[in-house]
């Protein structure tokens, strides 16, 4: 059993969700009482699963830059726009959880994107401002889970961390499943740091003289 706090349902309600290319659907979004880290995360319940399948879950951290602003320096925004569409074809859910910055928060993300236009990765940025590489922890998505009566799941991401502290928290994740790949000039470093730093399964093709990279 979960060694954590059971959290509730708060409220739910029809929301139509429309994107900037046009595609459309209508999502429930939930909130929670008693999540342990006190944040307003939000669970967006797409479509339902097919009889005898396992639902399909995301866990998305918010990216006010990419999510909003269409930022090209992360894969956040096309991550988010992709996520939504399949997991609405499949039927589960994607957990929106307020850890701007892998948790470091908006200004310090930015302050890092300073260093980062100095040279160092997005590791490095982190580590020379004094702060976590990657500060997330996901014990209130597998609260968020829990209460949407979720303990068996695929999981939507190309990062382990994320599958390795379900599993902690007693989540079955039966699979994990990659997302796309969404490179441009301005993210290549971003996504090459994540494999080779954090082990993101990300199949880098050659852009700006990098090559393939792939981490199972």
């Given at each position: 059993?979960?060694?954590?706090?059971?959290?509730?349902q708060?409220s739910?309600v029809?929301?139509?969700?429309?994107?900037?290319?046009?595609?459309?659907?209508?999502?429930?979004?939930?909130?929670?009482?008693g999540?342990?880290?006190?944040?307003?995360?939000?669970?967006?319940?797409?479509?339902?699963?097919?009889?005898?399948?396992?639902?399909?879950?995301r866990?998305?951290?918010?990216c006010?830059?990419?999510?909003?602003?269409?930022?090209?320096?992360?894969?956040?925004?096309?991550?988010?726009?992709?996520?939504?569409?399949?997991?609405?074809?499949?039927?589960?859910?994607l957990?929106?959880?307020?850890q701007?910055?892998?948790?470091?928060?908006l200004?310090?993300?930015?302050?890092?994107?300073?260093?980062q236009?100095?040279?160092?990765?997005?590791?490095?940025a982190?580590?020379?401002?004094?702060?976590?590489?990657?500060?997330?922890?996901?014990?209130a998505a597998?609260?968020?889970?829990?209460?949407?009566?979720i303990?068996?799941?695929?999981?939507?991401?190309?990062?382990?961390d994320?599958a390795?502290?379900?599993?902690?928290?007693?989540?079955?994740?039966?699979?994990?499943?990659p997302?796309?790949?969404?490179?441009?000039?301005?993210?290549?470093?971003?996504?090459?740091?994540?494999?080779?730093?954090?082990?993101?399964?990300?199949?880098?093709?050659?852009?700006?003289g990098?090559?393939?990279l792939?981490?199972?």
């Amino acid at each position: 059993m979960p060694d954590f706090p059971a959290a509730t349902q708060r409220s739910r309600v029809r929301v139509p969700l429309r994107f900037h290319d046009g595609y459309s659907v209508d999502t429930e979004l939930v909130t929670f009482h008693g999540l342990a880290d006190g944040l307003e995360h939000v669970a967006m319940v797409l479509g339902e699963p097919a009889p005898g399948t396992t639902p399909l879950v995301r866990l998305h951290s918010e990216c006010l830059t990419g999510d909003v602003f269409g930022s090209a320096r992360c894969d956040c925004g096309p991550q988010l726009r992709e996520a939504v569409e399949r997991i609405a074809e499949h039927g589960g859910v994607l957990l929106y959880l307020r850890q701007e910055g892998r948790g470091i928060g908006l200004y310090n993300k930015l302050d890092a994107y300073a260093l980062q236009d100095e040279g160092l990765d997005t590791y490095a940025a982190n580590a020379a401002l004094g702060l976590p590489e990657d500060a997330r922890d996901y014990t209130a998505a597998a609260q968020m889970l829990q209460a949407l009566d979720i303990t068996s799941l695929d999981l939507l991401s190309n990062n382990p961390d994320k599958a390795n502290q379900l599993r902690t928290l007693g989540m079955d994740v039966q699979d994990r499943v990659p997302t796309g790949v969404f490179t441009t000039p301005a993210n290549v470093r971003y996504l090459r740091a994540k494999v080779l730093q954090t082990q993101h399964t990300l199949p880098l093709g050659e852009l700006g003289g990098i090559a393939e990279l792939s981490v199972g």
